[in-house]
């Protein structure tokens, strides 16, 4: 009996070492060698691939925000702003309960199922909300042209992307709202369209920040 | 160029990457477990453990290795979490309460990653790096180690030896995992994940204010979260976040390193016994069932059957743009078929049927191509009852590589595919029947009852992915999950240990005419047929209950 007690005691005591210089190599050691590579061969997406634009810090290229006017002091949500292209929907968007000097992103999921009532409402008003907002005079929306992306929130909720598809359903409300006419705003569409990765991976895609980016400078070009 | 092609394409693609690496990877890992000498480096661990790494152990001390590691490992990550207030380097954090402590050490020590917490707003840069991070190669590690244990216990005659723990320990993570690791880390990082020590950044946004994320050493977890087929996410969101997973490239990259170890040791087991075909036989198993999954996975996504993908067009709730329904198909059916549990959308989201593979994907027991060691041993679990059913047919002695397998040898199996069904049905019948357990399912009718069973699918066969609308934030789940990891990973080694003792004690027989030839095709459709039926069958009434009630409602 003492003998295996002792046995096991060693045993457990090797493990022990064995986890400290393996938490060395692999917790320490290579962590920080991947860093030090990373910050100096890819030292902006490293850091989390930050924009600027118009001489100010804008946002990260990877990270979806809102495009929302300033809030109306009831509390409520932030209204969307017309003049901007508009995100994908965020419902699965956490809020931060741990820290309270912070107001960190917490990334998410509604995880709502395929036949979850909450979710088929919540399709239907996106969907009408998406017509209601792009509809201009002469020009209605048909809810057949809505894509799905404009209805669902993404599994992170940060989805910086949107489909051309969506983004060029905006064109004549984003070009109204700013005093353009439609079709600078179309190019500015197509020019900000990424295909696939070498053809065929993935999907064709416009990064929201980079195009309201151009659209700024665009209006104040128009203005000036 | 339509999704539909785009997604069999990036198919394609995958598959010619990992057959290009197959042999080359295969064979490495061949030399590196059956190598005389030791790195400088390992020698310093070994002499600091106080090991010989050339001490042949049999199968109850190599045993006793894998469970003291794992022991002080849970430990060790357990003290860490309630000590992390009191660290260093944590932005703040505070000390993680006990139950979910608990929870999240066994969790990724038994290689599951089941995560009941936000990464965000939990766990600061020490926990993370040193703590997570590390157990993502150790417990990789002591799978593959198991794996060629058993491996062993086939190649080795006469002796019951299998090797020396340590030394195969020690050699995956620092001639296995930490080289591709390294590799795979820089590759990410190059396409836009983050890595720094920062604290939590406040960047300014476009119409005025400023968001809040955190910094962190995202891309060295990451690459090993995937090699390692952990699946443990920096982020809440997992690799749909886009500091984990930024590009369309990233996410064939991400599926690719997934599945890179588990393919390549179908080559090193073929290696190790003498015969390459032995190891494409199992290969081919894995792989028929991977593509019919694959292919059933973007038929039902595509398709978007269900009352909300219809009204939307398309099944894109829980799914981000830049992956698409291709990217997303490939991404979480090789995250169900191996023990990775990563997610680049959300399994709950996806049409009930794409749930349902996801959910049976896991119920097969993660072995297509499954997890990193893991995965491998239990296809041979699976070989060996499939030469015990053609024994049965013919009225032979069943041999499988040259050794007899006797009544011990099927016990052992039994016991072993046994396991996890038995803790999935048990705790998910106790979750859904007893008055005690808070209600913590998020959406209404047979999907609620499919969170629960997916829970438990993922804790006991140590995927890691969920059903995320259930809540698991309370004691009744932490404890019920961490049971079911602990004993839904280590009994199993238990019984593949054993059984690997006893064929390695047998002396090999010589094939003759009435040998099952199981280096042919033949072979590998008997074995998808084990899998589908004995593994398959077994969860049927649970799987009509959820996603089967769902999808052809």
């Known amino acids: 009996m003492a003998h295996t007690a002792t046995h096991t005691a060693r045993l457990l005591g090797a493990s022990l070492r064995a986890l400290l210089l393996l938490t060395l190599v692999t917790g320490v050691l290579y962590p920080l060698v991947v860093t030090g590579a990373a910050q100096a061969l890819f030292p902006a997406q490293a850091d989390g691939s930050k924009v600027s634009a118009g001489g100010r810090e804008v946002g990260s290229a990877l990270i979806g925000q809102g495009y929302t006017l300033p809030p109306d002091g009831t509390g409520g949500t932030a209204a969307p702003d017309p003049r901007w292209f508009q995100g994908r929907p965020a419902h699965g968007l956490g809020t931060d309960t741990r820290d309270p000097r912070h107001e960190l992103l917490l990334s998410g999921a509604t995880n709502l199922a395929a036949d979850n009532p909450v979710l088929v409402r919540r399709v239907a008003e996106a969907k009408a909300a998406v017509v209601r907002d792009n509809s201009v005079p002469g020009h209605p929306v048909d809810p057949a042209d809505v894509p799905a992306d404009a209805v669902t929130s993404s599994a992170s909720g940060l989805d910086p992307h949107i489909s051309p598809r969506y983004a060029r359903l905006q064109v004549r409300r984003v070009a109204r709202e700013n005093g353009l006419t439609a079709a600078p705003v179309a190019r500015l569409v197509t020019a900000h369209t990424e295909g696939r990765t070498l053809g065929f991976i993935g999907e064709p895609r416009v990064n929201v920040l980079a195009l309201n980016s151009a659209l700024r400078e665009l209006t104040a070009e128009s203005r000036g | 160029m339509g999704p539909v092609t785009s997604g069999v394409l990036q198919l394609l693609a995958l598959v010619g990457a990992l057959a290009l690496l197959y042999v080359p990877l295969g064979d490495h890992m061949a030399r590196v477990y059956s190598a005389d000498r030791h790195l400088r480096v390992e020698r310093w661990i070994y002499r600091a453990v106080g090991a010989d790494p050339d001490a042949e152990m049999r199968w ?367 705790f998910t019948a106790l979750s859904v029947a007893l008055p005690t357990p808070p209600r913590s399912t998020l959406n209404p009718g047979a999907h609620g009852f499919t969170e629960v069973l997916y829970a438990f699918t993922s804790a006991a066969n140590n995927n890691g992915s969920a059903f995320a609308g259930l809540n698991a934030d309370t004691d009744w789940f932490h404890t019920t999950t961490g049971l079911a990891m602990l004993l839904g990973r280590f009994l199993p080694m238990v019984f593949v240990l054993a059984l690997a003792g006893s064929l390695a004690g047998q002396r090999t027989v010589p094939a003759t005419a009435g040998t099952l030839r199981t280096g042919q095709p033949l072979f590998a459709g008997l074995l998808v047929g084990a899998v589908v039926i004995v593994s398959g069958l077994t969860y049927f009434p649970a799987l009509a209950l959820g996603p089967l009630a769902e999808g052809l409602a």
């Open chain 2, 60 to 426: 109850p001390a190599y045993l006793r290795g894998v469970l003291a590691l794992s022991a002080v490992g849970v430990l060790l990550l357990y003290a860490l979490q309630r000590a992390q207030g009191a660290l260093p380097g944590s932005s703040g954090r505070g000390s993680v309460p006990a139950p979910g402590a608990f929870n999240t050490a066994v969790s990724f020590v038994s290689n599951t990653n089941w995560q009941a917490y936000y990464g965000e707003q939990t766990m600061g840069h020490v926990v993370q790096t040193a703590g997570l991070a590390v157990q993502n190669f150790v417990s990789a590690a002591v799978g593959m180690a198991v794996a060629v244990a058993l491996v062993r216990g086939f190649a080795r005659s006469s002796t019951g030896t299998l090797g020396n723990f340590w030394a195969d320990l020690v050699r995956g993570v620092v001639r296995v995992l930490l080289p591709l690791a390294a590799v795979a880390a820089l590759v990410l990082a190059a396409c836009g994940v983050v890595q720094n020590f920062a604290g939590v950044h406040e960047v300014g946004q476009f119409t005025g204010g400023s968001q809040q994320w955190n910094g962190g050493a995202v891309a060295s977890q990451e690459a090993v979260k995937l090699l390692g087929t952990n699946g443990g996410g920096y982020f809440n969101a997992n690799s749909a976040h886009p500091f984990e997973n930024p590009t369309p490239f990233s996410n064939l990259f991400e599926v690719f390193l997934i599945l890179l170890v588990p393919v390549a040791l179908t080559r090193t087991f073929g290696v190790l016994v003498g015969s390459v075909r032995q190891g494409y036989a199992v290969l081919g198993a894995m792989a028929v069932l991977w593509c019919a999954f694959t292919a059933l996975m973007m038929w039902t996504e595509f398709a978007h059957h269900g009352p909300a993908p219809q009204a939307a067009g398309g099944a894109m709730e829980g799914k981000e743009l830049r992956f698409g329904i291709g990217g997303s198909s490939l991404f979480a059916v090789s995250t169900t078929l191996t023990s990775t549990g990563a997610v680049d959308s959300a399994h709950s989201s996806l049409t009930g049927l794409g749930g349902g593979l996801a959910l049976l994907g896991m119920m097969l027991g993660e072995v297509a191509p499954g997890g990193v060691g893991s995965g491998l041993y239990a296809m041979l679990v699976m070989a060996v009852l499939a030469v015990f059913l053609a024994g049965l047919m013919v009225g032979r002695t069943p041999e499988y590589l040259g050794k007899r397998i006797g009544p011990r040898e099927i016990k052992l199996a039994a016991l072993f595919l046994l396991v996890t069904p038995a803790l999935v049905l048990t």
